[in-house]
């Protein structure tokens, strides 16, 4: 099947970046000029992603904003003649159709993902974690997971390696090689610890699932922190059917974590010719 609609989570408190997101959601956060969220939907639209079900909850107002139409800044934009800033500002409205489903508590993530089922329906969907941001290949990374979705009709998820000493803060594949960059997977670990981990291919921030996961997710037990792990969940649907991962091609920026969120803008800044001169000269007269 065709795969038309992407889920994004996007109902977490962003206590990492206490006190910038005490009144702002973490998704909105600027890397360079524009929120991180943005870059991830790019990236969906760019995949062949049309209908984007955005997973919020309360102080999140400010996403749905962002992507809806700004009738007062156009008007003004265009009063004054600024057509480059009133195109950029039209184009965030017009990227796809969005609509946006409350994730009331914060119960896990594989309870957001649930919480998008009414409107998922029956149809495999891709999900996007806002707060990693993937670029550097020809392809998108959500589009070269759809890629192998459609050669190989399971479950995809992305993954990348991890030094062992950070693979406690992942979920962790054991897998079998089937071609290139791609694996069968046997099963799924939660952050186990470093001697314990089947692999060093952790799981990131994409996957095209199918909705067969749903009633799984619905039947899952919380952990012992109340959430509903989606892990958990996929482990279930593993068990039922073949799934696959993928050692995407590009390079990941986890703006999620402060020392990602800073190597991202600065990476970014380099890369705009607005900017990057000026940028690099000043970085190279810190004399660090």
């Known amino acids: 099947m065709n795969v038309r609609k992407g889920v994004f989570p996007a109902a977490g408190l962003g206590t990492r970046f206490l006190p910038a997101t005490k009144a702002q959601p973490k998704e909105m956060l600027p890397v ?34 962002h992507f809806d139409a700004a009738f007062e800044l156009e008007y003004y934009l265009q009063d004054r003649g600024k057509t480059d800033e009133l195109a950029q500002i039209r184009t ?21 993902i649930l919480c998008a089922r009414p409107l998922v329906g029956d149809e495999p969907f891709g999900v996007l ?28 998820i992305a993954v990348e390696r991890v030094p062992r000493d950070r693979i406690h803060q992942y979920g962790v594949i054991a897998a079998t090689p089937v071609e290139g ?41 919380p952990d012992q922190r109340g959430e509903i792990q989606l892990t958990d969940g996929l ?27 800073l190597k991202a803008t600065v990476e970014f800044a380099l ?18």
């Open 32 to 65: 360079v000029d524009k929120p991180t969220i943005q870059y991830v939907v790019e990236e969906a639209v760019a995949s062949g992603l049309s209908e984007l079900i955005i997973v919020t909850g309360r102080n999140k107002r400010a996403i749905e904003d």
């Open 92 to 112: 965030i409205s017009e990227l796809a159709s969005v609509c946006y489903v409350r994730q009331k508590e914060p119960l896990g993530l594989g309870h957001a």
């Open 129 to 156: 974690f806002g707060d990693d941001i993937i670029g550097g290949a020809p392809v998108p990374c959500m589009r070269q997971l759809l890629d192998v979705f459609a050669r190989f009709a399971g479950p995809v």
């Open 181 to 221: 960059n791609v694996w069968l997977i046997d099963d799924l670990v939660e952050k186990p610890r470093a001697e314990e981990a089947p692999s060093d291919l952790a799981i990131i921030g994409r996957y095209v699932l199918t909705p067969d996961l749903f009633p799984l997710l619905a039947e899952t037990r």
């Open 235 to 261: 482990r279930k649907l593993r068990a039922r059917r073949p799934m696959y991962a993928v050692e995407f091609e590009g390079k990941r920026y986890d703006t999620g974590d402060k020392l990602g969120f």
């Open 271 to 288: 890369a705009r010719p607005d900017l990057a001169d000026d940028f690099r000269a000043y970085l190279k007269g810190l004399n660090l």
